[in-house]
């Protein structure tokens, strides 16, 4: 072997390792940067992969959010009225003395109720969810929907009317409820402020009058509504988008088609739509990863609800694939606009007579065909 041939051979050796190195940094200065997005005003790192608690009982969260937290997620998605804010206090109490972590590592959001919607109230409904959750203070404080509902104070449900129709509070001021939203921030009772189902002029008047501008909305968002308007509207204010509902929320078909009698036409069903499954395949991934990475990938925060220790694994296994430009596209193309939405709020009898109901598209998802 001549001299010049082993020089060749190392130096070569020395290129591809350097070559490594660098994509291995690279990759993972991409991904880690993936995982977190930045709140504008505390700087803040909120994890774009959350775990949604909607329709999880107590009983089933308490050792879902346990697990979850074992598999890596460090955020978590919660409201008052799910009802299972003090199970999931437990859990996270459980984890962190269990010595796994530090409530320094969690990013918990919660939410003021549709029957708190007032300033009076901010402050009484954020101190009992505060018990219930078992913290001193919550990462995000949402205002769940722009709309108010009078309040029975013995349950801390709506008032609902002798025809069924629920008891509106026509009284709804999202500037004062804000004011009190801000002094709960100054307090430290949360770290951060944000909405939640506002529409663009709705948020572009607190965004007027708040010397603390929201800093997430969460809202409904899929491939089928995609919401392209609000979120450049979210990008230009430097509110970071939250997608609820990133699987097309297949839960809750039954929910709705039980309770509130919509038709079960009225439901998408993303996870089997032939496109999304065509692009899984070519990755070896599933349609459920490849819906979340597609929004992830666009900066948009995701919160799958899942209560299986398969699909949390599965759901957060999301970081280490891209989509292609041309996969995105074919993605784009799955938006159908306010045909999509399916979470108008109309279940709630009446709500559309509220002066804040967002919403101008009114097709009862029930008449859908
Ligand atoms: P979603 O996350 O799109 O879908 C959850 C449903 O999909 C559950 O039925 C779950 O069943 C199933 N699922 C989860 N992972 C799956 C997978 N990999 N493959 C197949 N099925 C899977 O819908 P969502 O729960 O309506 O929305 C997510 C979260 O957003 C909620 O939980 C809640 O925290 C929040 N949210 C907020 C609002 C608001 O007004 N701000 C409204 C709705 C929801 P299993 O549990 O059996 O896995």
């Known amino acids: 072997m001549s001299l010049r041939f082993i020089l060749r051979r190392n130096f070569e050796c020395v290129l591809k390792s350097n070559f490594f190195v660098y994509y291995y940094r690279y990759f993972h200065k991409v991904i880690g940067r993936m995982k977190y997005v930045k709140l504008s005003q505390t700087d803040d790192l909120m994890p774009t992969l959350g775990l949604g608690t909607w329709q999880a009982s107590s009983e089933v969260i308490e050792s879902t959010v346990y697990k979850a937290l074992d598999l890596g997620y460090r955020h978590i998605d919660t409201a008052f009225n799910y009802n299972n804010e003090e199970a999931i206090g437990n859990a996270v109490k459980k984890w962190i003395d269990d010595g796994k972590g530090t409530r320094k590592d969690?990013?918990?959001?919660?939410?003021?109720?549709?029957?708190?919607?007032?300033?009076?109230?901010?402050?009484?409904?954020?101190?009992?969810?505060?018990?219930?959750?078992?913290?001193?203070?919550?990462?995000?404080y949402l205002i769940h929907v722009p709309f108010g509902f009078l309040c029975d104070p013995e349950t801390l449900t709506p008032v609902i009317n002798s025809n069924g129709d629920y008891a509106l509070d026509m009284e709804t001021d999202h500037i004062s409820t804000w004011k009190v939203m801000e002094c709960c921030q100054k307090e430290g009772l949360t770290r951060n402020l944000g909405l939640s189902n506002f529409n663009e002029a709705q948020i572009g008047k607190i965004i007027a009058s708040s010397t603390m501008k929201p800093q997430v909305l969460q809202v409904e968002l899929h491939a089928y509504f995609q919401q392209m308007d609000l979120r450049k509207f979210c990008s230009d204010h430097d509110i970071v988008v939250t997608a609820y509902a990133p699987l097309g929320s297949p839960g809750a078909k039954d929910h709705f088609v039980n309770k509130y009698h919509y038709s079960p036409d009225a439901f998408p069903d993303l996870l089997g739509h032939p496109e999304v499954n065509d692009i899984a395949k070519s990755h070896g991934k599933t349609p459920a990863q490849i819906l979340l990475r597609y929004l992830v990938q666009q900066n948009v925060v995701v919160i799958p609800k899942s209560t299986s220790e398969k699909r949390l694994k599965e759901n957060s296994n999301i970081y280490d694939f891209g989509l292609t430009?041309?996969?995105?596209?074919?993605?784009?193309?799955?938006?159908?606009?306010?045909?999509?939405?399916?979470?108008?709020?109309?279940?709630?009898k009446g709500v559309e007579n509220h002066p804040e109901y967002p919403y101008k598209f009114l097709t009862l998802a029930a008449d859908k065909k």
């Open 106 to 140: 969690l990013f918990i959001t919660t939410k003021l109720p549709h029957v708190g919607n007032r300033a009076s109230d901010v402050k009484k409904f954020l101190d009992l969810q505060l018990k219930r959750l078992q913290m001193d203070y919550v990462d995000l």
């Open 325 to 348: 430009p041309s996969e995105i596209n074919r993605l784009k193309k799955l938006d159908q606009g306010e045909n999509g939405r399916i979470f108008n709020f109309l279940f709630w």
